[in-house]
């Protein structure tokens, strides 16, 4: 699922560790868990005394620190791939190269998590279905989930094929090179037939986070792009394929994966071959599939006006010089942008599993609303502190953008919207973690909402600034701060943790 445009998959990746815990007090963890889960569970409803905002060294900094770093790693790995993708296409000397990657990498990746949306559920049902021992409704979520990813796959797969360029116009304009096209629809015709496995891996991901198991998919994960490093040079070069070799390798990676977790998740029952193959062609009963299909309609939502914001982005850069050499600028800035926010994203995904944790905590260690609210500010501290260390080093990194391209008026076009990019670095760290927070609420339809108001913010400031580079850069801003805004009102008012929610408690 690697791709040089990984906002899209890290936006909605929050909601792949969101492990929503059962409410009643009854609850018990097993030895199942993990024991860094079980550590983190105690650590968090349990620590009592002020919670400062900003980091403090204490022991819920240790535990925040034990989440983060494995998935800082395995957010960290799908970037830096990216990174050596778009390095050995750069390599070609050809603007129009970058400009086909950066457009069809980006189509691909919407429509991905436009009709990616069941597996997004998946990991908050296997775990409460874990957390009570009941091992045969997790063998049924991921069954369940696996049937109607597949098909829904297979069906955008097919649709993809079939007509690459009619897709290609939702990012590149009519006025576009002819060679963009040329290559983009190389490219995303090569993907579109290692879309199933890649919705495959994506519940097996999803299955593997649900049990709180952390490092499983980060050795797939690891595995499979290192192939893809290693595939790239040869069939770019080697093989003389050009984009068409980055899409080959990121297509085995994407099927070594889907092998990988099936093959995994057979070995450790989670999932389960029938006796005769023709039942597992048969559709689950609608009562089963309604948990997925009612929680995946809110992830959906949020995804298609998070992809409109992005498709609309790419279309504008790629307006701007229709020879490439603005969005092949373009790619490299993101490139470099993304690689930062994973921090982010992961400090996001931590936000989305501790707060919950520490709301469902028994009371006698210190579990409830003001515990949760104690925790939620420590991490938009940890927010803050990351958004202005990622700040310092982007500005740090502007001359490595030397090395992305040996053309010199595509590296100095992109010094700006990296600067802009670094800036922003600010503004997303407690952006992210605001919204990680709504995760663990499960506020997936309130997340949606916040989108597609940012997405019309951001869609009329390209109206108004997209003509230049900086001014596409500036509208993510404008991207940026809507969801500040709606995120931070949430935490603060409407939500469980909101002063309504306070207030109310308090009345009662």
């Known amino acids: 699922m690697r791709t040089h445009l990984l906002a899209p998959l890290l936006l909605q990746a929050h909601s792949l560790v969101v492990a929503r815990l059962p409410p009643t007090p009854q609850r018990r963890l097993t030895k199942r868990h993990s024991s860094a889960s079980l550590e983190s ?156 496995p890649a919705m495959v891996a994506f519940v097996g991901f999803a299955a593997f986070r649900g049990r709180l198991d952390v490092q499983t998919p980060l050795r797939i994960t690891l595995f499979s792009q290192m192939m893809n490093v290693v595939l790239d040079p040869i069939l770019i070069f080697g093989a003389g394929l050009g984009v068409g070799g980055a899409a080959l390798a990121t297509a085995a990676a994407e099927v070594t994966s889907a092998l990988t977790y099936t093959l995994l998740l057979l070995k450790r029952g989670t999932l389960q071959l029938a006796a005769n193959p023709l039942k597992a062609l048969k559709p689950p009963p609608l009562g089963s599939l309604l948990p997925l299909l009612t929680g995946g309609a809110g992830v959906l939502a949020r995804s298609v006006a998070l992809n409109i914001a992005f498709l609309s982005v790419t279309r504008a850069t790629q307006a701007i010089d229709p020879a490439g050499n603005a969005a092949a600028a373009h790619t490299i800035a993101m490139q470099v942008w993304q690689l930062g926010g994973v921090v982010l994203f992961a400090l996001s995904s931590v936000a989305a599993v501790l707060v919950p944790a520490a709301m469902n905590a028994p009371k006698e260690e210190g579990g409830g609303v003001s515990r949760a609210k104690g925790v939620a500010d420590r991490m938009l501290g940890w927010g803050l502190c990351a958004g202005v260390a990622l700040a310092i080093l982007q500005l740090a990194a502007l001359p490595l953008l030397n090395v992305f391209s040996p053309v010199a008026s595509i590296r100095e076009a992109a010094r700006a919207p990296a600067a802009i990019g670094a800036a922003l670095q600010l503004l997303n760290g407690v952006t992210f973690v605001a919204e990680g927070i709504m995760q663990g609420h499960q506020a997936f339809f309130p997340l949606a909402r916040n989108a597609a108001v940012a997405a019309g913010g951001l869609v009329l400031s390209l109206r108004t600034f997209g003509g230049t580079l900086s001014g596409v850069w500036c509208s993510f801003a404008v991207f940026n701060a809507i969801r500040f805004a709606g995120a931070f009102r949430h935490h603060l008012v409407t939500g469980p943790l909101g002063s309504r929610a306070r207030a109310e408690a308090a009345h009662h």
């Open 41 to 196: 569970l105690k650590v968090v409803g349990g620590e009592t005394g002020k919670n400062l905002v900003l980091p403090r060294g204490d022991a819920l900094d240790g535990t925040i620190t034990k989440l983060a770093v494995p998935a800082v790693l395995n957010f960290l790995i799908l970037p830096l791939v990216g990174t050596v993708d778009t390095l050995w296409v750069g390599k070609l000397g050809d603007p129009t190269a970058l400009a086909a990657l950066g457009a069809a990498n980006q189509v691909f990746s919407s429509i991905f998590f436009v009709v990616s949306f069941v597996p997004s559920v998946v990991t908050p049902l296997v775990a409460a279905a874990h957390a009570s021992g009941d091992e045969t409704l997790v063998r049924k979520r991921v069954r369940d989930a696996l049937w109607i990813s597949t098909c829904i796959g297979a069906t955008a797969s097919l649709l993809l094929f079939a007509n690459p360029k009619r897709a290609l116009g939702l990012a590149l304009p009519a006025t576009a090179a002819s060679e963009v096209w040329s290559q983009a629809t190389k490219y995303l015709t090569i993907r579109a037939g290692a879309l199933v």
